[in-house]
Structure formats: C-alpha cells, structure tokens
Antibody, heavy 124, light 109 residues
C-alpha cells in the first residue's frame, strides 16, 4: 500500500522560504509522478507543479514559476517542494500526491495517493 | 489554461436520494477527468478517474459519466458519510498543467 507522509507544520516570516518534504513508501517511487497542490483556508485546490523522479525535471504552474522548486531524491524516496518569497497569501495547506499512471513514460495522470497535508502559515 | 467550472456550488440532498454534481471544461479534455472527495480536515481522496472508472475501494453508489467538456458525478443513494466537498480535475495536457474545479459542497438535509 502506497503511503505519503509529509513534514510537519511550519510558521514562516514574509520574504522567507519554506521546504516541505513528502516521504513515499510502498510501490515504486522513481517511475510515478509526484505533484504538489495547495489549498488556502476555505478555498479550493491549486496545482503548483510536479516531477517524475526517474527524469528529475520538474514542471511548474505558470503562477509559481520562479518561486517554486520541486525535487525528488530517489535514494530516500522523498520529494520536496520549496517555495520562496513567501507572502501572507501563501498561507495554506500544501499537499503532495502520487500520480496513478506510472511506467516511466511522461504522460498526464490523475492523483491517486495523497499525503496528509502540511500547514504553512506566513505571518510577521 | 483549461478552466474547470463546477455546479452547483452547494447541493443539499436527503439521505437515500440521488445527488448529481456537474463539471464543465473550457475546452475538450477527452475523458481525462477525475473526481475527488474531501471531507472536513482531511486530504482529498480519489473517487473516479478517466471520467467513469471507480478507484479501488470506492462504493458502487458513486459513478461518473461524460466526455469532452461535460461531466457528471452521481451518488445514487446518499449516505450521511458522503458529506464532503467534491472536486473535479482535468489531466489532459503534457507537460502537465492540471486544473481543478472550485468544488461542490454536498450537504445532507
């Protein structure tokens, strides 16, 4: 059974950066994409970007280009999302999710397994 | 960017009745459409992928239909545990540019 366990809640100052981890267990790590989403309080889901670990190159939503970095460490089966230049509007729960279609072929996919979410609060 | 629009924003249904949720895409996504259920304080859970395929362990009362730009999630006989917000998501493009609908909040009358 695939499980994604995310790092704990973070409190950050405006202008700083935050890094959230997503440790995967069960199943194959390298050939399934990992996506990152966020959900502001009372709001819907927003896709930020994703990576297929075996390829190592991430794709990002235009809104977050230049501010977000997603990497995957195959040796520890852990994905990371770093968001810089934090503002109060970045206060949200951040989720990682593993895609349902793997096989090491680049293709779009639904999001099958989700982490528990990490609350990031940005406040002075 | 493909914009996903869900309706209604809130739906109130009696237990045992049918609930019908809609999702519209701003351009064709073929059948590359998923539905997720998010209960209060929890992470989303995959219900349906490829427009109509139930994910493992999802009860048969949940069904999906549609293709192109119009999609429907139907809950045939509403149970109290179905209280949640439901999101649709398209995954048509590569490189990925996934987008979600704004959600439908399902209330139990």
């Amino acid at each position: 059974q695939v499980q994604l366990v995310q790092s704990g809640a973070e409190m950050k100052k405006p202008g700083s950066s935050v890094r959230v981890s997503c440790k995967a267990s069960g199943g194959t790590f390298s050939t399934y994409g990992i996506s990152w989403m966020r959900q502001a309080p009372g709001q819907g889901l927003e896709w930020m970007g994703g990576i297929i670990p075996i390829f190592g190159t991430a794709n990002y939503a235009q809104k977050f280009q230049g501010r977000v970095t997603i990497i995957a460490d195959k040796s520890t089966t852990t994905a990371y999302m770093e968001l810089s230049g934090l503002i109060s509007e970045d206060t949200a729960v951040y989720y990682c999710a593993r895609e349902g279609l793997g096989g090491g072929v680049p293709h779009p996919s639904y999001l099958h397994y989700w982490g528990q979410g990490t609350l990031v609060t940005v406040s002075s | 960017e493909i914009v996903m629009t869900q309706s209604p924003a809130t739906l109130s249904v009696f237990p045992g009745e049918r609930a019908t949720l809609s999702c519209r895409a701003s351009q064709s996504v073929s059948r590359k459409l998923a539905w997720y259920q998010q209960k209060h304080g929890q992470a989303p859970r995959l219900l349906i992928f490829d427009a109509s395929t139930r994910a493992t362990g999802i009860p048969a009362r949940f069904s999906g239909s549609g293709s192109g730009t119009e999609f429907t999630l139907t809950i045939s006989s509403l149970q109290s545990e179905d209280l949640a917000v439901y999101y649709c998501q398209q995954y048509k493009e590569w490189p990925p540019m996934y987008t979600f609908g704004q959600g439908t909040k399902l209330e139990i009358k």
